[in-house]
């Protein structure tokens, strides 16, 4: 079955404050993808990377950074000084099915960042 | 991308009866699923929408409480039946393009409460 765990309920720091989200995954798949996506305030879901299985190559996106280990199978996301707009839900999502022919997204519990100002 | 319009945006409902959410694609795609997120909860599963047989349910829910039609390629229904305050939460229709591949695009959601 899949999984998706992330263990922070609710992260505070202070802005400029570098802050990392943890993800850790299950899945008996060997093709997955892996994903994050952000839900501030307003409430709607805003993508913000996609990672296949077979790519571990870390991935930089100006604040934004992900690690993907296979090893521990984590997929953590970094963000680097943080701003008091980066407050919002993150989750960690997975996908997959080939094994089982389902194909299906399941997200994490999310974890919920306020950066104070 | 994948524009996704779901109708109603929110609705109040009585105890006892049923509503039904329209989601609406503006391409076809391969993969339609029906999420709820209750307040401050994640996103849960409900069912993958099937075009043209039966919706796949998660553990826990069920074709007679949340009955489900994928006529074609671009349009789903979610309806859920014999309503009760358990059941306010946020309905959200969401599709992929590839799958399992693809990045999920979510609709703007259905804001049910139930009196």
């Known amino acids: 079955a899949q999984k998706v765990t992330q263990a922070q309920t609710e992260i505070s720091v202070v802005e400029k404050e570098d802050v990392t989200l943890d993800c850790v995954y299950e899945t008996r798949d060997t093709t997955y993808y892996l994903f994050w996506y952000k839900q501030p305030p307003s409430g709607e879901l805003v993508f913000l990377i996609r990672?296949?299985?077979?790519?571990?190559q870390n991935e930089i996106s100006g604040r934004y950074s992900w690690n993907f280990q296979k090893s521990t199978s984590s997929f953590n996301f970094t963000i680097t000084a943080s701003q008091v707009v980066d407050s919002a839900v993150y989750f960690c999502a997975l996908s997959g099915g080939a094994t089982s022919g389902t194909y299906k997204y399941i997200f994490g519990t999310g974890t919920r960042l306020k950066v104070l100002a | 991308s994948a524009v996704i319009s779901q109708k109603p945006s929110r609705d109040i409902c009585q105890r006892g009866t049923s509503l039904t959410i329209q989601c609406q694609v503006d391409s076809q795609v391969t993969m339609m699923f029906w999420y709820r997120q209750q307040p401050g909860q994640s996103l849960t599963l409900i069912a993958t929408?099937?075009?043209?047989?039966?919706?796949?349910?998660e553990s826990g829910f069920v074709i007679d409480k949340f009955p489900i039609s994928r006529p074609n390629l671009t349009f789903s229904t979610l309806t859920v039946s014999n309503m009760s305050p358990e059941d306010s939460s946020i309905y959200l229709c969401s599709v992929s393009k590839g799958m399992g591949t693809g990045e999920l695009f979510f609709g703007e959601g259905s804001r049910l409460t139930v009196l």
């Open positions: 929408a099937n075009q043209g047989s039966e919706a796949t349910y």
């Open positions: 990672r296949n299985s077979f790519d571990e």
